[in-house]
T-cell receptor
């Protein structure tokens, strides 16, 4: 099956810093989504981005499908950004998603 | 569409017991999914359900697992005879958010502890 690799595995930031989280995948996909799992365990969808670039406030994401990677940018990080960020991919819009192992982000005040 | 609601939020059971996890509400026009996350690990797909049928299932979803729509509004995951390794957070999800966008939207999860 498709492999999803996320890097770095852990990231510690000072509040206000910027960061880039990377997701590499082993096969072509038509479904790629980024999620944030907060410290209470809730999974929140951030972006549906099988290709191109999207922005939502301080967050933006870019997927280069032909090169099989996606990037999540966090600008001016806040302590509430802490948690685990998952990239998940699938072959079709409503197919199962294969998740990466996640990136644990800690933002310190 | 209303949010995905899961019950119970936490269940503790003895090994070998049957467990039913519930997800409400559902619609005939949406895909529904069950995923699970063993503590500290990644999220794993179990099964997808569309139009009253299983659409896809993973190798984890063996004969011990089943999904149903018992009354047209609930979507349930049943584990017939729980094992210690079934201890995990189980998430129900649908393929639309509140605005109708095609994004996977999760419930808050049901934590299952098997003793």
């Amino acid at each position: 099956g498709i492999q999803v690799e996320q890097s770095p595995p852990d990231l510690i930031l000072q509040e206000g810093a910027n960061s880039t989280l990377r997701c590499n995948f082993s096969d072509s996909v038509n479904n790629l989504q980024w999620f944030h799992q907060n410290p209470w365990g809730q999974l929140i969808n951030l972006f549906y981005i099988p290709s191109g670039t999207k922005q939502n406030g301080r967050l933006s994401a870019t997927t280069v499908a032909t090169e099989r990677y996606s990037l999540l940018y966090i600008s001016s990080s806040q302590t509430t950004d802490s948690g685990v960020y998952f990239c998940a991919v699938g072959p079709r819009a409503n197919s199962k998603l294969t998740f990466g192992k996640g990136i644990t982000l800690s933002v310190r005040p | 569409e209303p949010e995905v609601t899961q019950t119970p939020s936490h269940q503790v059971t003895q090994m070998g017991q049957e467990v039913i996890l519930r997800c409400v509400p559902i619609s005939n026009h949406l895909y529904f999914y069950w995923y699970r996350q063993i503590l500290g690990q990644k999220v794993e797909f179990l099964v997808s359900f569309y139009n009253n049928e299983i659409s896809e299932k993973s190798e984890i979803f063996d004969d011990q697992f089943s999904v149903e729509r018992p009354d047209g509004s609930n979507f349930t995951l049943k584990i017939r005879s729980t094992k210690l390794e079934d201890s995990a957070m189980y998430f129900c999800a649908r393929n639309r958010d509140a605005s109708g966008a095609n994004v996977l939207t999760f419930g808050a999860g049901s934590r299952l502890t098997v003793l």
